[in-house]
T-cell receptor, first 114, second 111 residues
């Protein structure tokens, strides 16, 4: 069964460094999403992406964040200058254009900013 | 998206049916009820969704009341691997629409 994959599974970085989190969505999906979950807190929406542009973004998704679909298979989340509070699990999700639309999630990347 | 209310925690014996309730009294006519679960810190896993009819798949059954103001997710024969946080989410089911997760119900399956 096709699934969303994410790399790396764990990332440790120093405050102020740039990180890129990678996702390979399910192959025939056209909508892509990033969510994050700070330890012990709710899963929070960051951004949705369709047709090579951002469809919606949350207040969390400020100028330090960007997303890109550099080729036909990858979907990336870049954090330009990481802060301690960016430490969280980051989940990628994808969905088809069918109705009703259903999002499928990847296993996540655990980001730790020191 | 309509707000949902779920009990914070529930227990169920292994092998029994687990019935997880969800209230969504402000649901609109074009909003679906979705259920996801999260096992430990893994990615949320899609379980099932429905609009107004009861639905069943290989994982669970979804019972939606006739007025659509509440629903129940049923895991017919719960196993220890079903221990997870279960989220009931009400939303319009078209692309690029975010999922809004609440606190969910922490279901513990006991041996």
């Amino acid at each position: 069964e096709p699934e969303v994959t994410q790399t790396p599974s764990h990332q440790v970085t120093q405050m102020g460094q740039e990180v890129i989190l990678r996702c390979v969505p399910i192959s025939n999906h056209l909508y892509f999403y990033w969510y994050r979950q700070i330890l012990g807190q709710k899963v929070e929406f960051l951004v949705s992406f369709y047709n090579n542009e951002i469809s919606e973004k949350s207040e969390i998704f400020d100028d330090q964040f960007s997303v890109e679909r550099p080729d036909g298979s990858n979907f990336t989340l870049k954090i330009r200058s990481t802060k301690l509070e960016d430490s969280a699990m980051y989940f990628c999700a994808s969905s088809t254009t069918g109705s009703p639309e259903t999002q499928y999630f990847g296993p996540g990347t655990r980001l730790l900013v020191l | 998206d309509a707000k949902t209310t779920q009990p914070p925690s529930m227990d169920c014996a292994e092998g029994r049916a687990a019935n997880l309730p969800c209230n969504h009294s402000t649901i609109s006519g074009n909003e679906y009820v979705y259920w996801y679960r999260q096992i430990h810190s893994q990615g949320p896993q899609y379980i099932i969704h429905g609009l107004k009819n009861n639905e069943t798949n290989e994982m669970a059954s979804l019972i939606i009341t006739e007025d659509r103001k509440s629903s129940t997710l049923i895991l017919p024969h719960a196993t220890l691997r079903d221990t997870a946080v279960y989220y009931c989410i009400v939303r319009v089911a078209r692309g690029a629409q975010k999922l809004v997760f609440g606190q969910g119900t922490r279901l513990t399956i006991n041996p």
